[in-house]
Structure formats: C-alpha cells, structure tokens
C-alpha cells in the first residue's frame, strides 16, 4: 500500500491555458474521487468514479472540468481555458467502498495567474 | 441538504490541555455517516474516525476520543494531553447513505488547532 498519488505537487499556468492531473489510486480501491480545496476552506467535491465509469459529477464542475478514469486505474482531471478561479488545491482520494474513510492524496496546488 | 458547521475556526492551547472540537450537522436522512479527518501542514488529509448513524456509543483512541449525540446533531471531538504534533486543520465531514449509488461527503470549513509548547 503506498498511498494515493498525485502529480504534479505544484502547477503555476497562465490564463487561458490547459493543465492536467494525475492521480493514482490505492491499487485495491475502486473508488476514486476529485476535491477542490480554497484557503480556508474545506474540500468540496467535484467527481467520483466507481472503476472506469464516472457516476457523479458536482454542479461545481463547468464544462471546462474533464475527468477520465481509463481502465478503473490511475485517473487525469483537466481543466480547459483555466480563469484564475480556477487556483485551488486539488485533491483526490480513494477508497475500498462508498461511506468509509478516503485515503487522500497529498493534492496538486493549482495557481492561475 | 446535508451541511456540517465546525463553528471554532481556530483554537489555541498550550501543551498538555485538553481541547474539545466541536461539530454540529444538519441531514434529512435517518441513516448517514460522520468522519473527520486531520490535515497537518504538510497538507494531506488523513482519516480519523467513521461513525455511522446508528452506533451513538462514544469511541476512545489513544488521546483521542468522540461524542455522537443525536439529539443535539453534534459529533464533537476530544485531544487528552495535547502535543505539539497535534497541530493542524481538523475538519468534521458528513455523508447521507441514501437509497444507493454514492452519496457525497460535505466537509466543513475546519477548524485550526494550534498547540503551543
């Protein structure tokens, strides 16, 4: 067990760039979710995949928002055309089944500028 | 709507206090699940404790202990003997069961412990 992965740690992009996630799961979970965290604040939820099918997608995600999680293994978010609303933390977690306790990631900070 | 308030947004207490962490919830359904969860400033969230809606009895870990009440929707949150390394953001989180699929979990804006030596 080595824990949820995720890269990059850090990402500074301009305005109206592309970026793209990684996140790589606990082998054995088949749960994996995407949060967003501001300063201050906690984690929101923005998607959540059960293997390969993506089954909830918050309000919160516009359509600049895509997740994938190809084969149920490692899973990418990207955001189009980011805004600087976009700067976050970006957190992903796994989990064995739905209600128990996610193992989190250690996130990817997002700044837009 | 499901909602969690964690109305200390920040709490100081020296080493060795005791200190109390409050959370109160909101949920319309009868079965649902409380967490919380410990984010260090390394930033990675780490899981503490899961308590589901039906089990009130109060859980004891180490210095660490929890107080479900229904009765006032609070899932409060004990530190015995505080140390140093207990310094983080504490967040309390709610899930609803529902009638299946998955339900989300709603966090609440944490509340930031600091243990001075």
New interface residues.
């Given amino acids: 067990d080595t824990g949820v992965s995720q890269n990059p740690r850090h990402k500074i992009t301009k305005r109206g760039q592309n970026v793209t996630f990684r996140c790589d799961p606990i082998s054995e979970h088949n ?1 994996l979710y995407w949060y967003r965290q501001t300063l ?6 923005l998607t ?1 995949f ?1 293997n390969e099918a993506q ?2 997608k ?1 309000r919160l995600l516009s359509d600049r928002f895509s997740a994938e999680r190809p084969k149920g293994s490692f899973s990418t978010l990207e955001i189009q055309r980011t805004e600087q609303g976009d700067s976050a ?1 970006y ?1 992903c ?1 796994s989990s064995r089944t ?10 990817t900070r997002l700044t837009v500028v | 709507a499901q909602k ?1 308030t964690q109305a200390q947004t920040e709490i100081s207490v020296v080493e060795k206090e005791d200190v109390t962490l409050d959370c109160v919830y909101e949920t319309r359904d009868t079965t649902y ?1 409380l ?1 919380w ?1 410990k984010q260090p400033p ?9 308590r ?1 809606s039906f089990d009130e009895q109060n859980e004891i870990s180490g210095r660490y202990s929890w107080n479900f009440q229904k009765s006032t929707s609070s899932f409060n949150f004990t530190i015995t003997a505080s140390q140093v390394v207990d310094s983080a953001v504490y ?1 309390c ?1 709610l ?1 609803e ?1 529902g009638s299946g ?10 509340t930031k412990l600091q243990v001075i030596p």
Avoid: C, H, W
């Fill in positions: 749960r201050g604040q906690g984690p929101e939820f959540y059960q089954l909830e918050s933390m957190l977690a739905d209600n128990y306790g996610y193992t989190f990631g250690s996130g | 969690v699940y967490f969860y390394s930033g990675e969230l780490v899981f503490l404790i899961r589901n967040f989180a899930s069961a699929g998955y339900q989300k979990v709603t966090f609440g804006i944490g």
